[in-house]
């Protein structure tokens, strides 16, 4: 009877929240609402017309009440309400520059003052596995590393949020996967909250799915950024995942981004200006469609969460799965090579 009540539960809360989300976007869509800003097309945009920009506040909010849902009916620790308000702050954050665009130096001040508040409240003085092996570090040590890696992923995931459906798309299958590794360690209302964020997210796709109606926006991504941040050092300080697995689970968000702006600071370009240099951009300046980008891309992430759920049940081989999500993330990357030189070849 618990298990059925249980499947019950974890079900009809998500779709619950897949079915708020859906409703409130078509409302706000429809009327045009001035909660969501106006994203202007410029040379470096994949868009044509102006679109409604900051779709992803519902994601966020309908999160956020869901997760108040969960706190009152489930196991639920203070320390995970202060995590969630750091999370709508960073939210916040991005709603601001959406319709008022913050400087670089403010917005990075901004989420370090919020992900350095919430790396406080989740670090438990926890152990570290790495490879198969357990490591104790004091978090004095690990506070500043920690929140470099959590800033720079919440802006990757913010630069990677530039075709119709691909953010929305991999942060679904991320977070469903996230979801059934903390169900398998019974972590219910880790779980519970995981599956509803992917359920709002599920949602937005409907609208954002080419050609989109609306995009995330920087409250979104920011946001999503940050529960993304938040869960992998939960999962791997207080429920003893694997480090490795959250970077080969997180690779192709972290690869793309972080390749594009190494590769630019390489060219000696600026990188705070706005760009079309991500893997992902060149493949539909090379004529490639969103849609097809989001299908490619989307299968490279379904076999990095096979990858990273086998080093989650295997973490000795965390060495190996790594390598070979790289190497995985190598070929998509020759990949695109191979599509912008045939375009070259074809046009000349």
Request: glycine fraction near 10%; hydrophobic fraction near 60%.
């Amino acid at each position: 009877m618990t298990h059925f009540i249980n499947f019950l539960e974890f079900f009809f809360v998500p779709l619950a929240s897949f079915l708020l989300t859906l409703i409130v976007l078509r409302f706000l869509i429809d009327r045009q609402s001035v909660v969501f800003s106006r994203d202007i097309p410029n040379l470096r945009s994949l868009h044509i017309v102006p679109t409604p920009r900051g779709g992803g506040i519902i994601c966020l909010i309908v999160s956020l009440l869901a997760g108040l849902m969960v706190g009152i009916f489930a196991s639920f620790e203070w320390w995970m309400l202060g995590a969630g308000a750091c999370i709508a702050g960073l939210g916040i954050v991005g709603f601001i520059d959406d319709h008022r665009a913050l400087s670089v130096r403010k917005k990075i001040l901004a989420q370090s003052i919020l992900i350095g508040v919430m790396i406080g409240l989740i670090l438990d003085d926890r152990s570290w596995h790495l490879f198969g092996e357990v490591f104790v570090f004091p978090d004095v040590f690990v506070f500043w590393p920690v929140l470099i890696l959590m800033i720079w992923l919440v802006n990757l995931t913010n630069f990677i949020d530039g075709a119709d459906g691909l953010l929305g798309a991999h942060g679904a299958i991320i977070t469903i996967t996230l979801g059934l590794w903390f169900y398998a360690l019974d972590a219910h209302a880790l779980s519970l909250i995981t599956l509803v964020v992917s359920g709002t997210l599920l949602a937005f796709l409907r609208f954002n799915w080419s050609p989109a109606q609306i995009f995330f926006g920087d409250v979104g991504s920011l946001a999503l950024g940050g529960w993304l941040a938040a869960i992998m050092l939960i999962g791997i300080t207080r429920l003893g995942l694997p480090a490795e697995a959250f970077v080969i689970l997180y690779g192709y968000i972290v690869f793309d981004a972080s390749f594009t702006l190494i590769r630019r600071l390489a060219a000696g370009r600026n990188v705070f200006l706005a760009h079309r240099d991500h893997l992902y951009q060149r493949l539909i300046v090379k004529g490639k469609s969103h849609q097809q980008v989001v299908l490619v891309t989307g299968g490279l992430q379904v076999i990095l969460v096979v990858l990273a759920s086998i080093n989650v049940v295997l973490e000795a081989s965390g060495v190996w799965l790594l390598v070979i999500a790289t190497a995985i993330l190598g070929l998509f990357t020759l990949y695109v090579c191979a599509v912008e030189r045939r375009d070259r070849n074809g046009n000349s």
